[in-house]
């Protein structure tokens, strides 16, 4: 049988407030969790941001290896990505950086492909032509630019997932700063937030793949800015919403990050965005999505904008099998968690 445990919620509205909008927190956690307990092969930490209020909650394996708790730093993986593009936003609104200016002109002398031509925004929308490398290293770090070499595509000429954009967007954020990118996290998100970030000091067995072996060593300290950061999921959390609630960037660089671009499958700025019907109490809104997967670990961010409502979860069991909402079937484990933690009731499984 899985074991669960549930982190205590902290109350941080006025008093006169505080019993109903508890009560709605405290309903969308128990909903998510009774759906992942419903769900075969799921185990992690998962969350809500709801009404001013934070809910952790993580779902033991049966097993009981790769032990997580709502206290447990996990790994973020390409959420970490939109980390990144929070930062890059931070510099526009100091007006440091521009998104189309190439890149060459923050990295005089950079060796890589095209930084003549390739812009920040085209970077962040990985529409930069770079290779897509999306494998991790297996040895000690060393310079994660060697990862990404020749170009598969002229810039902007469409759309090609991969870390060597996000890569290549650190290196430009350590240049026009002079600070590495952990310290840019932790001293322009962390220390507002009150939270502390980090990144992998060796390589790390966390999770079990598909078949239920354990995943292979990762080193991940390369690819800080693309997928390394880890935190706790109320970390998360409490940057999804004061991203959301305009405490990170302006209202512009927000509206500017958020806009999906249909020709690339609504892909934005580091994150997806578009509005689908997603049902229940919610209908249709906008839907913010950052997904993340490395080795065996799957992690899911989905933001609420307009609703003021963001939900986490992370899986150390790779069988754990999310489904997409863009594909409007109305149905899986990832939609059926957007309307518990928003409706505060579950979905059957």
């Known amino acids: 049988m899985k074991s669960l445990k549930v982190a205590r919620l902290v109350l941080v509205l006025s008093l006169g407030a505080a019993g109903a909008q508890a009560q709605t927190a405290a309903e969308g956690l128990g909903a998510m969790q009774a759906r992942l307990a419903a769900s075969e092969g799921y185990a992690g930490v ?11 909650a993580s779902i033991a394996r049966p097993d009981g290896a790769f032990p997580v708790d709502p206290s447990t730093p996990v790994r973020w993986a390409s959420v970490s990505k939109m980390i990144t593009a929070i930062l890059v936003f931070q510099q526009i609104d100091a007006g440091t950086l521009a998104l189309d200016t190439p890149v060459a002109t923050y990295l005089p002398g950079t060796t890589v492909a095209n930084a003549d031509r390739i812009t920040l925004r085209q970077l962040l929308g990985h529409r930069s032509g770079l290779a897509a490398e999306l494998e991790t290293p297996d040895g000690p770090p060393g310079d994660a630019l060697q990862y990404c070499g020749a170009a ?3 810039p902007g000429s469409g759309f090609f997932y991969n870390n060597c954009d996000t890569i290549v967007v650190g290196k430009v954020l350590e240049a026009v700063t002079g600070r590495t990118f952990l310290d840019l996290v932790n001293s322009r998100i962390g220390a507002p937030l009150g939270l502390t970030l980090t990144l992998p000091e060796g390589p790390r067995v966390e999770a079990t793949m ?27 959390l409490t940057i999804d919403m004061a991203l959301i609630e305009g405490r990170l960037i302006s209202a512009a660089s927000l509206d500017t990050m958020l806009t999906g671009d249909p020709a690339s499958g609504y892909a934005a700025l580091s994150v997806w965005s578009y509005a689908p019907d997603l049902g229940a109490c919610i209908g249709t809104t906008r839907l913010v999505e950052r997904y993340g997967e490395i080795g065996g670990v799957q992690v899911r961010n989905f933001l609420l904008p307009d609703l003021k409502v963001a939900l986490a979860v992370y899986s150390n069991d790779h069988r754990t099998t999310f489904g997409e909402v863009w594909q409007g079937q109305g149905q899986g484990l990832s939609i059926d968690l957007i309307r518990a933690a928003a409706c505060g009731v579950p979905p059957a499984a």
Do not use: C, H, K, N
């Not at 998962?46 to 952790?56: A, E, M």
């Not at 390394?228 to 970390?235: A, K, R, S």
């Open 46 to 56: 998962f969350g809500v941001s709801r009404g001013g209020q934070t809910g952790v």
């Open 210 to 236: 598909e078949d239920g072996s354990a995943e292979p060593r990762i080193w991940l300290a390369d690819f800080g800015p693309a997928g390394g950061l880890y935190g706790t999921i109320g970390d998360m």
């Open 152 to 154: 598969r595509a002229e």
